[in-house]
């Protein structure tokens, strides 16, 4: 701890010492040449003091440098060097435009990262994906698919045969938190799991995190996926699509403000009904499917310093099954209709205080409704339930050099869950209405994280999160017996709470840290441990995206999931970093773990409390990873031994 403090007083030092002479700022971008999209981790370096910087997924960069004469070079490793001297009399703003390397190594790349970069960072379990990458991926009947990738990941696997969801380390599927941007998605699957609801052509990249989670993220307990969306950078207007067996596509983009404002626009359009009659197979005769999603982003550049992003995004599914499907809703009909939506809106804004410091704030807001219905006239009725979603996001971050990065922030979330409502769909229906009491929870959160350079060889990434959750009011919470099982039968009192109060609370510190040690320069051993508690929980008794799963929050009774993972992994890369091998060890603790009693009603239920089970459990197990980068034949091979024991308890 000693050195460590040692370390970090002493860049302090050195960073004020080099700030008291005269000295201005140099800002700008750096773009690809031939289609003017940003060139992300891209390195400016100042030749003659040997201090440098990293673009930003804009391409954006700020850097201080000395009075007089100056060499600024930028670099990347697939794109031709550029070398500019500059006269540094006032702050300026550059544009570098770099030109691709053409070679057949360089074509070939697929992976997201600079090479080495899983060796020389200090995060232990995270992946990242190009689109490039996912592309160049066997697909299914064409359609590249981001959830059906990471299943292939180590330490992955499906939840089903025909189901895009997945398990990480032991954990279940609603323990994933998945974003698009900085939206979380709670069902991301198109016909029923079949595929997913990302679009590949506005997919920039992806980042997944089943270790070493950084602290700005919160609210799962198992792995994070942060799909980043690709930026409206147009120069000029575009069409491009595509056809399918499944689905067809389209995106047209355009700039509105040369260099200042563009947006773009991509939808899909499936049609496997006319796929399905290609199947002359009774039990799928009636059968009828379909969907539709888009995509609407516009980037605005008014200077320098600042960027405002606005995303929109819609799905909707309809899927209709024939003969009676919902058993467990105690419903029958001679067919049932699914239906499902996501409508989310996200607004963003980046703003560079200076060379070192920049502030980014996110305000999202999304709804997902879930509908199962049936025509029959005496058993006609329609089921609604679904979950709105708003949360705004600040984040501070400061970077001295690639030495020493911080970064502060908070969070808040307010959860509107629609736990239930049944009513009859025809004037001759027999069923009676049923609607169950809607909740309202609010989460919050409060970050800080660091990622130093201690040495050559050393280097950590430190992270704390604060969470803080609670469940509102208007509320009834029943009391059981003691010493009794949970039932209907068993309720003794019951405990009303007001609006604007809160019915129960929880809060709880989730320590990151990660530590690398680099035995070379392309082979390193690296170590973590976290804690994530996740509140927001669903239950379900499918392997489906079955609109039939109930989400609930963290109550008196339902405890929230606290996963603790501790994690070792051994990562070199080979022939140059066109190879990259890695060895990794995981436990994993897990506590309030879901389960449900069987033959028991969920979607319906008045009393959830008297069907829920929670245990304990461990998962541990071995990854072992190897990816070929470059070359005609790329791709990666993964395998997993793993080993996940519960003890549940009775309610």
């Given at each position: 701890m000693k050195i460590l403090l040692g370390c970090v007083l002493l860049n302090v030092f050195f960073v004020s010492f080099?700030?008291?002479?005269?000295?201005?700022?140099?800002?700008?971008?750096?773009?690809?040449?031939?289609?003017?999209?940003?060139?992300?981790?891209?390195?400016?370096?100042?030749?003659?003091?040997?201090?440098?910087?990293?673009?930003?997924?804009?391409?954006?960069?700020?850097?201080?440098?000395?009075?007089?004469?100056?060499?600024?070079?930028?670099?990347?490793?697939?794109?031709?060097?550029?070398?500019?001297?500059?006269?540094?009399?006032?702050?300026?703003?550059?544009?570098?435009?770099?030109?691709?390397?053409?070679?057949?190594?360089?074509?070939?790349?697929?992976?997201?990262?600079?090479?080495?970069?899983?060796?020389?960072?200090?995060?232990?379990?995270?992946?990242?994906?190009s689109v490039r990458t996912l592309k160049q991926l066997p697909t299914l009947m064409g359609?590249?698919?981001?959830?059906?990738?990471?299943?292939?990941?180590?330490?992955?696997?499906?939840?089903?045969?025909?189901?895009?969801?997945?398990?990480?380390?032991?954990?279940?599927?609603?323990?994933?938190?998945?974003?698009?941007?900085?939206?979380?998605?709670?069902?991301?699957?198109?016909?029923?799991?079949?595929?997913?609801?990302?679009?590949?052509?506005?997919?920039?990249?992806?980042?997944?995190?089943?270790?070493?989670?950084?602290?700005?993220?919160g609210g799962r307990a198992a792995s994070v996926l942060h799909t980043r969306l690709?930026?409206?950078?147009?120069?000029?207007?575009?069409?491009?699509?595509?056809?399918?067996?499944?689905?067809?596509?389209?995106?047209?983009?355009?700039?509105?403000?040369?260099?200042?404002?563009?947006?773009?626009?991509?939808?899909?359009?499936?049609?496997?009904?006319?796929?399905?009659?290609?199947?002359?197979?009774?039990?799928?005769?009636?059968?009828?499917?379909?969907?539709?999603d888009g995509v609407l982003r516009a980037d605005y550049f008014p200077n320098a310093k600042n960027k405002l992003s606005l995303t929109l995004f819609s799905s909707a599914d309809r899927f209709r099954l024939p003969g009676d499907s919902l058993r467990q809703v105690e419903l029958d009909g001679s067919q049932s209709v699914f239906n499902w939506q996501t409508q989310m809106v996200s607004l963003g804004w980046s703003h560079y205080l200076s060379a070192r410091w920049q502030i980014q704030t996110t305000g999202v807001c999304s709804r997902y409704r879930s509908t199962i219905s049936t025509p029959d006239s005496a058993q006609a009725y329609k089921l609604t339930s679904g979950i709105d979603y708003k949360q705004v996001k600040t984040g501070l971050s400061y970077a001295s050099s690639t030495r020493?990065?911080?970064?502060?922030?908070?969070?808040?979330?307010?959860?509107?869950?629609?736990?239930?409502?049944?009513?009859?769909?025809?004037?001759?229906?027999?069923?009676?209405?049923?609607?169950?009491?809607?909740?309202?929870?609010?989460?919050?959160?409060?970050?800080?994280?660091?990622?130093?350079?201690?040495?050559?060889?050393?280097?950590?990434?430190?992270?704390?999160?604060?969470?803080?959750?609670?469940?509102?009011?208007?509320a009834k919470i029943y009391t059981y017996r003691t010493g009794a099982s949970r039932s209907p039968e068993t309720i003794s009192d019951s405990v009303l709470t007001g609006a604007?109060?809160?019915?129960?609370?929880?809060?709880?510190?989730?320590?990151?840290?990660?530590?690398r040690l680099?035995?070379?320069?392309?082979?390193?051993?690296?170590?973590?441990?976290?804690?994530?508690?996740?509140?927001?929980?669903?239950?379900?008794?499918?392997?489906?995206?079955?609109?039939?799963?109930?989400?609930?929050?963290?109550?008196?009774y339902l405890k929230p999931q606290v996963a603790d993972q501790a994690s070792l992994g051994y990562f070199q890369n080979l022939r140059n970093d066109a190879v990259e091998v890695s060895v990794e060890v995981f436990y994993k603790r897990l506590n309030n773990v879901n389960d449900f009693k069987g033959g028991t009603t969920l979607l319906l239920n008045p009393y959830p409390e008297t069907v829920f089970l929670q245990g304990s459990g461990f998962s541990r197990g071995l990854e072992l990873y190897v990816r070929k980068n470059v070359g005609l034949l790329t791709g990666w091979l993964s395998y997993t031994y793993s080993q996940t024991r519960f003890l549940v308890f009775g309610p």
């Open positions: 080099c700030l008291a002479q005269p000295r201005f700022e140099v800002t700008g971008y750096v773009r690809n040449a031939q289609t003017d999209a940003p060139v992300a981790s891209a390195t400016v370096l100042l030749l003659d003091v040997g201090l440098g910087t990293l673009t930003d997924s804009m391409g954006y960069f700020a850097l201080s440098l000395p009075k007089g004469n100056q060499t600024l070079q930028v670099s990347h490793q697939s794109f031709e060097t550029q070398q500019r001297t500059l006269t540094a009399r006032a702050n300026m703003s550059l544009t570098f435009r770099l030109t691709e390397r053409v070679t057949l190594l360089r074509e070939a790349t697929v992976t997201g990262s600079q090479p080495g970069q899983n060796v020389r960072s200090s995060s232990v379990g995270v992946t990242t994906l359609e590249v698919d981001v959830l059906r990738t990471v299943q292939f990941l180590p330490g992955v696997s499906n939840v089903g045969e025909a189901s895009s969801g997945f398990n990480v380390r032991g954990g279940n599927a609603d323990q994933n938190l998945i974003l698009m941007d900085d939206a979380p998605l709670f069902n991301a699957s198109h016909l029923l799991g079949f595929i997913s609801v990302f679009n590949p052509d506005v997919v920039q990249d992806i980042n997944f995190y089943r270790g070493s989670v950084p602290a700005g993220y690709k930026e409206a950078k147009a120069t000029r207007f575009g069409v491009s699509g595509g056809l399918g067996l499944i689905s067809s596509r389209l995106k047209i983009e355009a700039p509105l403000i040369r260099n200042k404002l563009a947006f773009y626009a991509a939808g899909r359009l499936a049609y496997p009904d006319q796929l399905l009659k290609l199947f002359p197979i009774k039990a799928l005769m009636g059968v009828k499917a379909g969907f539709t020493l990065q911080t970064e502060v922030g908070l969070s808040g979330i307010l959860y509107a869950i629609r736990s239930g409502q049944l009513e009859p769909n025809h004037p001759a229906s027999q069923v009676n209405p049923l609607f169950l009491p809607n909740v309202q929870a609010v989460e919050a959160g409060l970050y800080g994280q660091a990622e130093v350079t201690l040495s050559k060889r050393l280097s950590a990434q430190v992270g704390l999160r604060y969470s803080w959750f609670g469940r509102m009011g208007p604007g109060r809160f019915a129960k609370t929880y809060g709880g510190l989730e320590p990151r840290l990660s530590i680099a035995l070379s320069e392309r082979a390193s051993i690296k170590a973590g441990l976290s804690r994530m508690i996740q509140y927001l929980q669903q239950l379900t008794n499918t392997t489906a995206a079955l609109p039939a799963d109930r989400w609930l929050v963290a109550d008196t």
